[in-house]
């Protein structure tokens, strides 16, 4: 493949490269098979990451994370997806922590930020509901306030980390009355926590070590503490202000398994023999290498820049739509590419294009999907 280097990384980040990549490679990737067959990681990779300072990357190390900033949270991204290490749900840990620091006050910071920092308290994002998922604001999970705490009744569907979360960012209607200004996000220690309950752990078409789960809660008694922030009816609010950061990781990790896939395809068509000669001498396959390579590039540009924007605080959100939506829209087109040169054993789930490739698909649906990312892009062209 033709050298790139990314404008952001320094040698600092070749370094820390270098680390993340020892860590994938054997802490993660031997137990790939396992966590996929059982539908879960096994829970210590979250303290062995946190004990390799690999966590909560971009916060401050006042708080007892990385100190480091976004770029390093890129590198563990592409690492993880370059080899399909699409079980161990980091991004929405990192998303969960976010905004504890974002909207926390300064007491919650320190009573989460450390731990989800070690591992200790592993992250999820609570805000899809059966009857809710791209119209966020028909939410109708309760919380009601009495006294000195929140009750909590309702329910949550494809909870990214939903089985093994101990912490939950939970969006609540505070206020049946209003839409929009109704909404509150809660943090939610969820050990040993009485009326809450994880459903099934959800069957997928791909992302199988991932514990997508359902989430109820009956008469739940949340601490008023852990409302995020000091204020009711802000959610809407502070959901929209991370949008780009969420959605930049999701379009990075598109970026990521096209580099992966498109490497691992690029070797297989040398070894692979037809009519007496390696697939990959035919132009057929050459073309599509080409066009897949040129793709690929193009998605890795537009995506640096991103970076390179988020990094200045300067990335609106309908650029990280744009990324969102056309990046993920490509992986699954170069994926498929790279599972059509493999033949059938693209098809076998031993080989990692396949497995990619059934992981992607869900990237144009979560996250909002693609369709919503146009409808916001299109009310600003
Ligand atoms: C594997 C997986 C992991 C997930 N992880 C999480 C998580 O961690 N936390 C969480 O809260 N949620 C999570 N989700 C939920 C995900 O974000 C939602 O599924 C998604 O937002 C779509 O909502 P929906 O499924 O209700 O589809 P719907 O909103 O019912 O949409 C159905 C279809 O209608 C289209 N549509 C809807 N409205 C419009 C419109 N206005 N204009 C054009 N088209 C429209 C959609 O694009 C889609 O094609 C996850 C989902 C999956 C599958």
Partial sequence: ???YQSPWIDDDLILFRE????FIETEMVPYDAKWRAQHHVDLDIWTKAGEMGLL??????????GGGDFRHECVMYEELSRRGISGFGQGVHSMAAHYVYNYGTEVQKKRWLP?????????AIAMTEPSAGSDLQGIRTRAVLEGDHYRVNGSKIFITNGGSASLLMLVVRTNPNER???????MVETKDL???RVGRVLDKMGLPAQDTAELFFEEVRVPADCLLGSEEG??????????????????LCGVGAMEGALAETSKYVKERQAFGQAIGTMQHIRFKLAEAATITRVARVFVDDCIQRLLKGALDNETASMAKYWVTDMQQQVLDECVQMHGGYGYMNEYLVCRMFADSRVQRIYGGTNEIMKELISRSV
């Avoid at 802000?234 to 379009?251: F, K, N, S, T, V």
Wanted: proline letters at 4%; aromatic letters at 8%.
């Fill in 56 to 65: 909560c990357l971009d916060l401050p190390a006042e708080y007892g994370c």
């Fill in 1 to 3: 493949m033709l050298l």
């Fill in 194 to 196: 009485k009326g809450y």
């Fill in 180 to 186: 929009k200004h109704g909404l509150s996000l809660l």
């Fill in 19 to 22: 680390n993340v990549v020892r």
């Fill in 115 to 123: 731990r989800m920092a070690k591992g200790e308290l592993i992250g």
């Fill in 234 to 251: 802000r959610g809407m609010y502070q959901l929209m202000g991370d949008l780009p950061y969420e959605r930049l990781i999701i379009a």
